[in-house]
């Protein structure tokens, strides 16, 4: 049975790519090497044994905490219950989530009619369902000394760049040579925490290569 750890479950409205504005149960997978200096769930980085709890400790704690708590897929769905859910799209995240095989709870989800959608740094193999929407933000050159996949990059359905300067968009023309040419996915250029210089230049690459815009619109307006 797939065991899961787990640094939060709750229903909010994605904020960012193509699915903006749909209203989302995140699951965010506890655990990630990739070591993003800028990166604002740090809190998810280690899987410390001494910081395992139980599901309803989690659950109840109000701010960024780097506990966890252990489920399996039907536990999860349990959970949704228990909660109220309403959402029909879930967003599997982190930390990174590809560490675990995602077969087991994304092939359950989607066959009770949920859309499945993880984010995942490309980093590691992706094990999902066939109709998981995968959304690979590449992280080039972190100090984790993780290498992008070009398996990664295959299965991706958009590609969303973190960016605050050109080296970023350099670093973006390098992953996408790893695209295969039967694979045209979106690319969303994101500026990194909302930053004003980060923004002009993603508008201006955006507009000068038909790409697209994310903004983490959840940040805007206030929510999680
Ligand atoms: S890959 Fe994601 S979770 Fe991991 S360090 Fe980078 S931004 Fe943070």
Redo the contacts with the bound molecule.
Sequence with gaps: MSQYKINEVFESIQGEGSFTGVPSIFIRLQG?P???PW????H??TIDPMLERSRDVVMAEQAESEHWFTHSVEQLLALFAAQGYQAKHVVIS???PCMYDLVPLTSHLITLGYSVQIET?GTYEILTHVDTWVTV?P?VN?PGGKPVLASAMQRANEIKHPVAMEKHIEELDQVLKLLPATNKPLIYLQPISQQKRATELAIKVCIQRNWRLSLQTHKFIGIE
């Design positions: 990630c990739v070591g993003c990166c604002d769930t740090k998810t980085w982190g930390g990174e740094s933000s992280k972190m």
